[in-house]
DNA sequence: GCAGTCTTCCAAAGCGCTTTGAATATCTTA
DNA sequence: TAAGATATTCAAAGCGCTTTGGAAGACTGC
C-alpha cells in the first residue's frame, strides 16, 4: 500500500528521468520513446500517480471543468429536470476527463457569476439553461469570451452560438393533431411561461394545429406560468370549471400534467373517458421503473430524453472547448409521439 | 471597461505595493495599514481583479471545492431528491466562498472516486449520500483523510464521524400511530431498500408502532425497493390485489406515493374514503407552489426539508475543514405531521 | 540617545505542473 | 567516416498565488 500522495518530482527522481520526459510520457506526446513510456506508465501506476488539477491547470490555463449555473427562484424553487440533465452531462465530462461544477442562482445573479468565472478563470465553459425569446446572457458570454453551450435556442439572438434543441414547435403542432384527430375541440394548453423560448415554440406549434384545423383558441383555456406539480393542478382546476371546459388538455411538463391528473381525479373526471390529458415527456428518470424493462407509457406525450440531450450538450461543449477554432454547431432533435393511457376520443357530451 | 484579467504583480506594481502586501490586504491579514487596505480594495474594485482559484489553491493546498457523488443506478436513474438537496447545499457553499463539484457514479464506482479526489487533491471534502446500515465508504474516507459528513448515519459503523439525519424510526412509528387512531388495522408500508439505514429505521419505527398497538404485520403488506413512482404503484396493485388488502398504505418517499395515487385511482378507490395514504414528504420544490404561499399540503405525511438538510450539511461540512481539530458533529431532527387529504378513518366494510 | 517593541512592508522561495529551447544520442547517407 | 538529419532527453523558466523570514521605520521608556 503507498503512503500518500506522490508528485512529478519524486516520481522522476525515482525513475532517473526529468520531469519533462516522464510529464510528456504520462500525457501521451510522441517524442518519448516508448520503452521510456512503459517504464513510467508503470512506475505511476505502481506510486498511483495522479497529476494535481490545481497544478496542471495554473501551468496550461485550462480547468476542465464546466460550469452549470442553475436557475434557483426566490423561493428556492428547483426543477427536478436538472437532476437529469445534470447526469446526463456528467456521464459525457467523466468519459473526457473533465468536472461539473454547479451553482444556483436567482436570474439576476447569473450574469455576474459568468463574469466571475470568466476573470477567475475558473471554468473552460458553461452551459446555459432555459433561454428566454432574447436571451442576453448570450451578448454577455461572448463579450467576455466564456466558451458556452446553449440547452434550447433563442429567437433574437442570431444563430451565431452553439445549441441542441427539441423541435418545441412541431412537436406540440403533432401532440395537437393527435388530440384532434381524435375529436377533440375544445383543447386546452398548461405551458411554460411564454418569456421562455421552448414555451413560446410551443404555443407557435399548437396554434398553427388549431388554426389549420379551424379550430377556436380559447383564451381562457391557454395558461402560462413556472411548471411545478400544483401548478398544473390550479390551472386544470381553473379551466374544468370556467364555462367552456377543455375535453382534452396538452401540458407542457410531466411535473404539471401529473397536477392536471390530480385535478381531474378532484372533479371525478375519469382519464381519458371524460377527459384527454397529453405532455411533454422529458423521460425524467424517477418516473421510469428502473428496472431497465420498458415500462408502459401512462401518459401519452412526445417524448425526447433530457439526460441523453445533457449527454450529447457536454459533449458538443467539449468539442468546441478543445477546437475552438470550430464553428458553432447546432442540433435539432425531432420527439417521439407515444400514445399512452391518458388519451382517447372526445366524449359525446362535450362540446 | 476594464480589459481582461488582471493578476497580481500587475496590480501590486500598479499600487507600488508587493505582491505580499497586497495578498494580504485583501485576505484581511491584520498586519496591513488601514490606509493601504482601502487602497488595495479600491484598486482591486477597479481593476475587477479575482485570485486565481488555481493558483491559490495550488499555494495553499486548499481547493474550497466540495464533492458530491451522486449515485445512479445501471439504468441511469437518478433521484430528484438530488436536485434540491444540492440546491440547499450550493447555497451554504457559495455563502462561504466554495464551490460545489458534481460526480454521478454507480456504487461501485464510488469508493474509487474518492481516492482519485484524495489522491489528486481534488476537493477538500466530500458529503456522502444514501448511507447503508454497515456503510464501507466510511471506512474508505477515514483511511484516506478525506474530510467528508454524511446525509444520514448508519448503524455499524460506530459514531466517529459526522452526519445529519432525520429521525427516521420517529418519524415512522408516529406516522403509523397516526393511522391506529384513525381506526387501520391493516396498515402496510412501501418502503425503500432495506439495507438503506433510512429504510431500515422505517421500519423499525412502523415496526414499534404495530407492535405497541398489538397489530399484526403482514408480510404482503411490506414492500422494499429502489423509491421511484412505478415502483410505488406496482407495490401498490400488488397491495390492493391481495387477499388481505390494506385499508391504509405508508409510502417512504413521495415519488412512490404519487405511483400509489395512480394505482388506487386505476382500482377505482377513492382517497381518503376508500383508502388512506400518507408518506414522508421532503418537501421537494417541484411540489410546492413556488408562488410563496404556502399550499395546502395534499399528502398526509412526516414533513422535513431536505433542501434545508443539504444547506445544514454543507455548513458542517465547511466547520469542519476550516476547523479540522474539532470533534465530530452530528445532528438529529425530527419530522413533522402534515395532515393533509388523503388520510382519514378506516371505512365500516373494510376489514 | 539608544536598546527594545511594534507596526508595516518586502524579497524570494515555494506549490506541482507544462513547455521552451538546447543538448545529447542515434541513425542516415554520400 | 564525417556531416546532416532524426530521435530522445533535459535544465530551467514560468503559471499566479501564499508565506517565511527578515528589514525598515516609527514608537516606546529610561
Not at 41 to 50: C, I, S
Not at 88 to 95: D, F, I, L, N, P
Not at 192 to 217: D, I, K, P, S, V
Not at 263 to 290: H, K, W, Y
Request: glycine share 8%; charged share 20%.
Amino acid at each position: 500500500m503507498p503512503k500518500s500522495t506522490i508528485n512529478l518530482k519524486q516520481l522522476s527522481q525515482h525513475l532517473g528521468l526529468s520531469q519533462t520526459t516522464v510529464s510528456r510520457a504520462l500525457n501521451g506526446f510522441p517524442e518519448v520513446n516508448e520503452n521510456t513510456r512503459q517504464k513510467v506508465l508503470a512506475a505511476a501506476a505502481q506510486f498511483n500517480y495522479r497529476p494535481s488539477p490545481s497544478a496542471s491547470s495554473l501551468a496550461t490555463g485550462k480547468t476542465r471543468i464546466i460550469g452549470h449555473v442553475v436557475p434557483i427562484s426566490e423561493h428556492k424553487m428547483i426543477n427536478p429536470h436538472f437532476a437529469d440533465f445534470l447526469a446526463g452531462a456528467s456521464e459525457a465530462y467523466s468519459a473526457a476527463g473533465y468536472d461539473l461544477l454547479l451553482r444556483t442562482a436567482t436570474p439576476k445573479q447569473e450574469e455576474e457569476i459568468y463574469r466571475e468565472f470568466a476573470s477567475r478563470n475558473r471554468v473552460d465553459g458553461v452551459v446555459v439553461h432555459g433561454p428566454l425569446i432574447d436571451e442576453p446572457r448570450i451578448e454577455v458570454l461572448k463579450s467576455i469570451r466564456l466558451p458556452f453551450i446553449v440547452h434550447g435556442r433563442t429567437t433574437m439572438n442570431g444563430d451565431d452560438y452553439s445549441w441542441l434543441d427539441v423541435d418545441n414547435a412541431t412537436s406540440f403542432r403533432r401532440l395537437t393533431q393527435h388530440l384532434i384527430d381524435l375529436g377533440h375541440k375544445r383543447i386546452a394548453l398548461v405551458n411554460g411561461l411564454e418569456t421562455m423560448n421552448f414555451a413560446h415554440r410551443r404555443l407557435q406549434g399548437y396554434r398553427e394545429a388549431m388554426e389549420t384545423n379551424q379550430l377556436e383558441m380559447i383564451p381562457k383555456l391557454i395558461s402560462s406560468a413556472d411548471m411545478n406539480e400544483p401548478y398544473g393542478y390550479n390551472a386544470t382546476l381553473r379551466m374544468l370549471d370556467c364555462d367552456t371546459p377543455p375535453s382534452a388538455i396538452l401540458y407542457s411538463s410531466i411535473l404539471s400534467a401529473m397536477g392536471g391528473m390530480r385535478a381531474t381525479g378532484e372533479r371525478g373526471l375519469r382519464v381519458p373517458q371524460d377527459i384527454s390529458l397529453a405532455t411533454f415527456d422529458d423521460e425524467l428518470s424517477f418516473l421510469q421503473t428502473g428496472d431497465g424493462q420498458p415500462r408502459e407509457p401512462f401518459f401519452t406525450g412526445m417524448h425526447s430524453s433530457i439526460q441523453e440531450a445533457g449527454k450529447k450538450l457536454g459533449q458538443m461543449l467539449i468539442n468546441q472547448i478543445s477546437n475552438p477554432a470550430s464553428n458553432a454547431e447546432t442540433c435539432l432533435w425531432e420527439s417521439k409521439l407515444i400514445v399512452g393511457k391518458t388519451t382517447g376520443p372526445r366524449p359525446r357530451e362535450n362540446s
